[in-house]
């Protein structure tokens, strides 16, 4: 992130930012009390992002600082694999996808790689060396273009950086 003054205590920062983020879901089949079914999916996902923000900080005193943020990031997802395992009967199966793949006719993904967040999230500094932030973001598009389908991502996140 690079930060840019504005006025006293006001700013802007931009800047790059990779992310991991990991999901799973599971579910069960019962008919009555027999138990016929469960699946799981594993879902990992990288993005790149450049956020922009707004922030006003507040300084503590010489080694402390306190600060709020708020503005857009906008989103490109680099990879998405999900790994789902059924059980059926006893027996388990584990497919493999990638998200972002063509389908068998050779058809685009419907999964969309781009997104753009609002967000915001408070943080401090301390001795103008080391940053811990705290934010959640928004997702403002859907994800999908399946029919019937909507998709958004929301998300927390902590951060740690190294001022230089």
């Given amino acids: 992130m690079y930060s840019l003054p504005i006025a006293k205590g006001f700013g802007l920062d931009a800047g790059v ?17 027999l138990h016929l079914a469960n699946a799981t999916s594993k879902t990992n996902e990288t993005y790149l992002a450049v956020p922009v923000f707004a922030n006003y900080k507040y300084k503590i005193n010489r ?13 490109l997802g680099l990879t998405s694999k999900t790994d789902v395992t059924a059980t059926v009967l ?15 006719d050779g ?20 001795k103008n060396t080391f940053r811990l932030s705290l934010g959640y973001d928004f997702g403002l598009l859907n994800r999908t273009s399946a029919d019937n389908t909507t998709r958004t991502q929301n998300q927390f996140y902590v951060g740690v950086a190294f001022l230089f």
């Fill in 17 to 33: 930012k990779f992310s991991y983020l990991h999901g799973e879901q599971s579910g069960d089949v019962n008919l009555g009390s």
């Fill in 63 to 75: 080694d402390f600082s306190v600060f709020a943020f708020a503005g857009p990031t906008f989103s």
């Fill in 107 to 126: 058809d685009a993904s419907n999964y969309k790689r781009g997104n753009i967040f609002l967000g915001g999230g408070l943080g401090v500094d301390l």
């Fill in 90 to 104: 006893g027996q388990n199966k584990t497919t493999n996808y990638d998200n972002y793949a063509k389908d068998d």
